[in-house]
């Protein structure tokens, strides 16, 4: 793909970020505002967005309230789909807002041209991101042949009830099953211990993921001393079991190491998703390494990598030259995701108890209605 | 009884005859006369008739004997002996003018023989003794007893006849010219050379002051004489005059602050001459001068002007229309020259005035351009992302 670049033609990548439900919205919404900077809330009055690609987002849902929540996502890139306000988490009600709505979705994406690779990031947990994003990606991947499908799927807290959970279940499968090159994870469950509150434990994994994502972004679409490109990210995802997540740590002048840093990014307290890397739960993985020049002892980063490689199977790297402390940004295709087997064993508890239920309270109504049976109204 | 009579009268007659044959010897009596008096002795008379001139001892007496039929009216010489009908040796007078007292009496010695008879002094009437003579009185007054130095003032010189007889030969004596006075005209005064009694004549003549202070005027004095040729005088009473410092004009400008002018605009310029002084200013002449000389100009009329006289308390105003032509702080300099009673006098007067600097106004959109371009810009972004 071609675009024209400040200097002349050059290979830009074309990226879709696609935020569908009020998960995915966030996330979205949390990438622009990195893109801006993310330095102020009004840094989107005075400053632009500076993508290293071109990037067309959109932010699709069912409630309006959630794109109204947005502030750093443009209007025309919020799409609601008519008629609905929210699938009440029900991804039967979910699957027939997007079909009776396919067009009118896909005619807005498609009217943004075409695109290497598109990010696909919702929860599986809710009615319409977990109900949308297969049959989105389906679409997606009918229409544009070459492009590269990555959903970014958000597991819940556990606690957050029985229709999360078998949602979170059924989603991640039919996510598995349609035509995606990989899954990157990131489990909320996991990653609540950022931060007390729920609140800001949100914002602060939506700006973790926000990070990653732009970060990974630039790393494909940027001259490196050592060359990884979006060919090497799909190799990667499709590892393992085309599930994977992202890991990131920056030194400082304290810990300028690189070979630190790289070991930073693949630790638990570095992923979106908990693995262990060094127990050989990671089948492939890419790791970026972003730095200046004197932090950047390619030695170092090829024998850390060398040793990554007799653990992990086989590692690309990428370093980009650029001022500070190093900055790694590793990409792991899992082979093991115990946490997702867990929450499938949550969820099929959850269901049963949720069936159940449901049966006892039937049959506690049935008895009810039991005892009017010989009778009529009398007026 | 008649006999007795007859003898007496014959004795005293013979008595009476040898007595005058005996007493053949001459007598004299001094008499003081005044005009119309006389001396009878015998059928002599000796009347005083008029006193000519005291200078020169000239009196007219008239002697008339009854007997005779002499009448003869002589202009006695003082102290000289004149006889009469032979004189007193020869039965006549001999009268002689011993001394003139004044213009209507004397004293008169008779020289009589002393047989005539017993001299006896008859006053004559009293109007007659009442000589008509001249008596001039003289005043010399001034318009003004106060005035400035450089005024003028006018000094009338009044002579009267209040006598009963033709003054002649008038002069007025003025004192020499003050030196605190500048004469100019009508000095010295001329008076008529004669004047009848009642009449009257004047002079004027003008004079300037020239030295304050406080001027003893001298009295005028007035000679005459009369038909006699006899010489008065009179004088009128001495003044004084007080005379103060020159009156001087002051003259006074003023030019009205005027606002700041904006670039290439106009607007006037009140101009006042006021002469608060106490004389009246004369040939005022205005000048004007523009520091720095380029960048304001004055449109008109013209600052300078000339003014023949501007009197005490009286203010001349004028506008003229100045023009902004450059920015900058300017100075309007106002020059007026003027007679100010000892020469040429000078005043001065200045005003400030600032052209601002070209108001370029598109600059205040050029302000606003970047606020508004700002502003929908920001209107831009919030439409952008309000949803």
């Given at each position: 793909?071609?675009?024209?670049?400040?200097?002349g033609?050059?290979?830009?990548?074309?990226?879709?970020?696609?935020?569908?439900?009020?998960?995915?919205?966030?996330?979205?919404?949390?990438?622009?505002?990195?893109?801006?900077?993310?330095?102020?809330?009004l840094?989107?009055?005075?400053?632009?967005?500076?993508?290293?690609s071109?990037?067309?987002?959109?932010?699709?849902?069912?409630?309006i309230?959630?794109?109204?929540?947005?502030?750093?996502?443009?209007?025309?890139?919020?799409?609601?789909?008519p008629?609905?306000h929210g699938?009440?988490a029900?991804?039967?009600?979910?699957?027939?807002?997007?079909?009776d709505?396919?067009?009118?979705?896909?005619?807005e994406?498609e009217?943004r041209?075409?695109?290497?690779?598109?990010?696909?990031?919702?929860?599986?947990?809710?009615?319409?991101?977990?109900?949308?994003?297969?049959?989105?990606?389906h679409?997606?991947?009918?229409?544009?042949?070459?492009?590269?499908l990555?959903?970014?799927?958000v597991?819940?807290?556990?606690?957050?009830?029985?229709?999360y959970?078998?949602n979170?279940a059924?989603?991640?499968?039919?996510?598995?099953?349609?035509?995606?090159?990989?899954?990157v994870?990131v489990?909320?469950?996991?990653?609540?211990?950022?931060?007390?509150?729920?609140?800001?434990?949100?914002?602060?994994?939506?700006?973790?993921l926000?990070?990653?994502?732009?970060?990974?972004?630039?790393?494909?679409?940027?001259e490196?001393?050592?060359?990884?490109?979006?060919?090497?990210?799909?190799?990667?995802?499709?590892?393992?079991?085309?599930?994977?997540?992202?890991g990131?740590?920056?030194g400082?002048?304290?810990?300028p190491?690189?070979?630190?840093?790289?070991?930073?990014?693949?630790?638990?307290?570095?992923?979106?998703?908990?693995?262990?890397?060094?127990?050989?739960?990671?089948?492939?993985?890419?790791?970026?390494?972003q730095?200046?020049?004197?932090?950047?002892?390619?030695?170092?980063i090829?024998?850390?990598?060398?040793?990554?490689?007799?653990?992990?199977?086989h590692v690309?790297?990428g370093?980009?030259v650029?001022?500070?402390?190093?900055?790694?940004?590793?990409?792991?295709?899992l082979?093991?995701v115990?946490?997702?087997?867990?929450?499938?064993?949550?969820?099929?508890r959850?269901?049963?108890?949720?069936?159940?239920r449901?049966?006892?309270?039937?049959?506690?109504?049935?008895?009810?209605?039991e005892?009017?049976?010989?009778?009529e109204e009398?007026? | 009884?008649r006999?007795?009579?007859?003898?007496?009268?014959a004795l005293?007659?013979?008595?009476?005859?040898?007595?005058?044959a005996?007493?053949?010897?001459?007598?004299?009596?001094?008499?003081?006369?005044?005009?119309?008096?006389?001396?009878?002795?015998?059928?002599?008379?000796?009347e005083?008739?008029?006193?000519?001139s005291?200078?020169?001892g000239?009196?007219?007496l008239?002697?008339?004997?009854?007997?005779?039929?002499?009448?003869?009216?002589?202009?006695?010489?003082?102290?000289?002996?004149?006889?009469?009908?032979?004189?007193a040796?020869?039965?006549?007078?001999?009268?002689?003018v011993?001394a003139?007292?004044?213009?209507?009496?004397a004293?008169?010695?008779?020289?009589?023989?002393t047989?005539?008879?017993?001299p006896?002094?008859?006053?004559g009437?009293?109007s007659?003794?009442?000589?008509?003579a001249?008596?001039l009185?003289?005043?010399?007054?001034?318009?003004r007893?106060?005035?400035?130095?450089g005024?003028?003032?006018?000094?009338?010189?009044?002579?009267k006849?209040?006598?009963?007889d033709?003054?002649?030969?008038?002069?007025?004596?003025d004192?020499?010219p003050?030196?605190?006075?500048?004469?100019?005209?009508?000095?010295p005064?001329?008076?008529?050379?004669?004047?009848?009694?009642?009449?009257?004549?004047?002079a004027?003549?003008?004079?300037?002051?020239?030295?304050?202070?406080?001027?003893?005027v001298?009295?005028?004095?007035?000679?005459?004489?009369?038909?006699?040729d006899?010489?008065?005088?009179?004088q009128?009473?001495?003044?004084?005059i007080?005379?103060?410092?020159?009156?001087r004009p002051?003259?006074?400008?003023?030019?009205?602050?005027?606002?700041?002018?904006?670039?290439?605009?106009?607007?006037?310029?009140?101009?006042?001459?006021?002469?608060?002084?106490?004389?009246?200013?004369?040939?005022?002449?205005?000048?004007s001068?523009?520091?720095?000389?380029?960048?304001?100009r004055?449109?008109?009329?013209?600052?300078?002007?000339?003014?023949?006289?501007?009197p005490?308390?009286?203010?001349?105003?004028?506008?003229?229309m100045?023009?902004g032509?450059?920015?900058?702080?300017?100075?309007?300099?106002?020059?007026?020259?003027?007679?100010?009673?000892?020469g040429?006098?000078?005043?001065?007067?200045?005003?400030?005035?600032?052209?601002l600097?070209?108001?370029?106004?598109?600059?205040?959109?050029?302000?606003?351009?970047?606020?508004?371009?700002?502003?929908?810009?920001?209107?831009?972004r919030?439409?952008e992302?309000?949803?």
């Open positions: 793909m071609y675009w024209e670049g400040a200097s033609f050059e290979i830009m990548l074309n990226v879709l970020m696609i935020g569908v439900g009020q998960c995915g919205n966030r996330i979205l919404d949390a990438v622009n505002r990195q893109a801006f900077g993310g330095a102020s809330r840094s989107k009055y005075y400053s632009r967005q500076k993508f290293p071109r990037v067309e987002t959109l932010a699709v849902n069912t409630a309230n959630d794109l109204k929540e947005l502030k750093f996502t443009q209007a025309k890139d919020r799409l609601h789909v008629n609905l699938v009440g029900n991804r039967n009600k979910g699957k027939e807002g997007f079909w709505n396919r067009d009118m979705i896909m005619e994406i009217r041209g075409d695109f290497d690779i598109a990010f696909v990031m919702t929860s599986v947990s809710g009615g319409t991101g977990s109900s949308f994003s297969p049959l989105l990606i679409e997606l991947k009918s229409r544009y042949k070459n492009i590269t990555i959903p970014i799927s597991l819940p807290f556990r606690e957050e009830g029985s229709i959970l078998q979170s059924f989603a991640l499968r039919e996510l598995m099953e349609v035509e995606a090159d990989g899954m994870l489990d909320n469950q996991y990653l609540k211990r950022c931060s007390g509150d729920i609140g800001s434990a949100y914002d602060k994994i939506n700006n973790m926000a990070q990653r994502i732009l970060f990974l972004i630039e790393s494909l679409d940027t490196m001393l050592s060359v990884t490109d979006l060919g090497d990210f799909k190799t990667v995802m499709n590892g393992g079991l085309r599930m994977g997540t992202l990131y740590y920056q400082d002048k304290k810990n190491s690189v070979r630190a840093a790289i070991k930073g990014s693949l630790k638990e307290m570095g992923l979106l998703y908990p693995a262990n890397v060094d127990a050989g739960e990671a089948a492939r993985a890419m790791i970026i390494i730095g200046s020049k004197d932090h950047l002892d390619v030695d170092e090829t024998k850390e990598i060398e040793e990554l490689s007799s653990t992990i199977g690309f790297k370093i980009v650029r001022g500070g402390p190093p900055k790694v940004l590793s990409v792991i295709a082979e093991k115990p946490g997702v087997v867990d929450l499938y064993e949550r969820a099929k959850a269901i049963h108890e949720e069936r159940d449901r049966e006892r309270s039937r049959s506690q109504l049935n008895e009810a209605f005892h009017i049976n010989d009778l009398i007026y | 009884m006999v007795v009579h007859l003898v007496i009268i005293l007659l013979a008595v009476h005859l040898g007595e005058g005996d007493e053949s010897s001459i007598s004299y009596e001094e008499f003081t006369l005044q005009l119309g008096d006389r001396v009878d002795i015998g059928s002599f008379r000796v005083l008739v008029e006193v000519q005291i200078r020169d000239l009196t007219v008239r002697v008339s004997q009854s007997s005779t039929g002499m009448d003869e009216q002589r202009v006695l010489v003082l102290d000289r002996a004149n006889d009469f009908e032979g004189g040796d020869d039965d006549g007078l001999t009268i002689t011993a003139i007292f004044d213009d209507i009496s004293k008169v010695r008779i020289e009589y023989p047989g005539i008879g017993t006896r002094k008859r006053t009437d009293v007659a003794r009442t000589r008509a001249p008596s009185i003289v005043t010399k007054s001034f318009d007893d106060k005035l400035n130095v005024d003028s003032v006018k000094v009338t010189i009044a002579v006849n209040v006598g009963t033709v003054a002649e030969n008038i002069q007025v004596l004192q020499p003050l030196a605190e006075f500048l004469y100019i005209a009508g000095y005064p001329k008076i008529r050379e004669s004047l009848e009694p009642g009449e009257s004549d004047s004027l003549y003008v004079m300037n002051a020239v030295k304050e202070g406080i001027v003893k001298p009295p005028i004095e007035v000679r005459y004489s009369d038909k006699k006899n010489i008065k005088s009179n009128s009473k001495e003044s004084s007080n005379i103060n410092p020159a009156r002051k003259i006074e400008l003023r030019m009205d602050p005027v606002k700041p002018i904006n670039y290439s605009s106009t607007a006037l310029l009140n101009v006042r001459i006021t002469n608060s002084g106490q004389a009246s200013a004369y040939r005022v002449e205005l000048t001068e523009v520091k720095p000389a380029d960048g304001l004055i449109m008109g009329p013209s600052i300078g002007r000339s003014y023949f006289e501007i005490p308390g009286r203010t001349e105003n004028f506008t003229v100045i023009k032509e450059q920015s900058g702080n300017y100075t309007v300099k106002l020059r007026a020259s003027f007679q100010g009673g000892e040429l006098v000078m005043e001065e007067d200045a005003c400030d005035i600032v052209v600097g070209q108001d370029y106004k598109y600059l205040y959109y050029l302000l606003i351009i970047p606020v508004v371009l700002i502003a929908l810009w920001v209107l831009k919030y439409r992302y309000k949803y």
